[in-house]
């Protein structure tokens, strides 16, 4: 089945610094990967929408300035955390949809926990 | 305002048990998904249903689009069943439901 990488699984940086979370798609080409953010205990947030070549759709609340998502080809994502503060801990996870239509399935990465001290 | 509801929230259950968790959803959609996530945080993908029932292996889905309703059957349960198990549908995103999550006790 379709396979969906995160880099790095947990990362714990120090409040300021910028964080990059990569996401995969590792056997399809993924038109579109969505990113999400889970507190404990709740549901997942989807924090923004992103198809490959043009910029990133932010979910209303979500500050694209902090939360840089850059999606270089078909079959990478990436998240930028810029100047972490202990608020951005959270788990994020992607998911990337092959096919263009609203019933494609979506394949969740792994997801990655960030820990900002 | 959440436009997908599970029940229960929470569930413990003995080991062996027959459980049953259920979705409702307040919007017409053409697919379902249920989703299972453990307690390290990795999400899979269960079932996308359409109509009808989905069975695989001791997990049975079953949705019916004029109710609004679904619901995800586990047979003979098993403590590594434990997890949070989310549905949610899709538009151009996924929608989710708050999830249940399912102790099984050995």
């Known amino acids: 089945g379709a396979v969906v990488s995160q880099h790095p699984s947990w990362v714990i940086c120090k409040s300021g610094t910028s964080v990059k979370i990569e996401c995969r798609s590792l056997?399809?080409?993924?038109?579109?990967m969505f990113w999400y953010r889970q507190f404990p205990k709740q549901s997942l947030m989807l924090m923004a929408t992103?198809?490959?070549?043009?910029?990133?759709?932010?979910e209303q609340g979500v500050e694209k300035d902090k939360f840089l998502i850059n999606h270089a080809s078909l079959t990478l994502s990436t998240l930028t955390v810029t100047s972490a503060h202990p608020e951005d801990s959270s788990f994020y996870i992607c998911?990337?949809?092959?096919?263009?239509?609203?019933?494609?399935?979506?394949?969740f990465g792994p997801g990655t926990r960030l820990t900002v001290l | 305002k959440n436009e997908v509801e599970q029940s229960p929230q929470n569930l413990t259950a003995q080991e062996g048990e027959f459980i049953t968790i259920n979705c409702s959803y307040s919007?017409?959609?053409?697919?379902l998904h249920w989703l299972q996530q453990h307690p390290g945080g990795g999400i899979v993908s269960l079932f996308m249903?359409?109509?009808g029932k989905k069975k695989h292996g001791r997990l049975i889905a079953t949705i019916n689009i004029q109710e609004k309703h679904s619901s995800l059957h586990i047979t003979a349960s098993h403590p590594r069943d434990s997890a949070v198990y989310i549905c949610?549908?899709?538009?151009?995103?996924?929608?989710f439901g708050t999830g249940t999550s399912l102790t099984v006790i050995p």
């Open positions: 998911s990337a949809k092959r096919g263009g239509t609203s019933t494609d399935t979506q394949y």
């Open positions: 056997d399809f080409q993924a038109t579109t």
């Open positions: 992103s198809n490959e070549g043009s910029k990133a759709t932010y």
């Open positions: 919007v017409g959609i053409s697919a």
């Open positions: 249903l359409s109509s």
């Open positions: 949610a549908y899709t538009g151009n995103q996924f929608y």
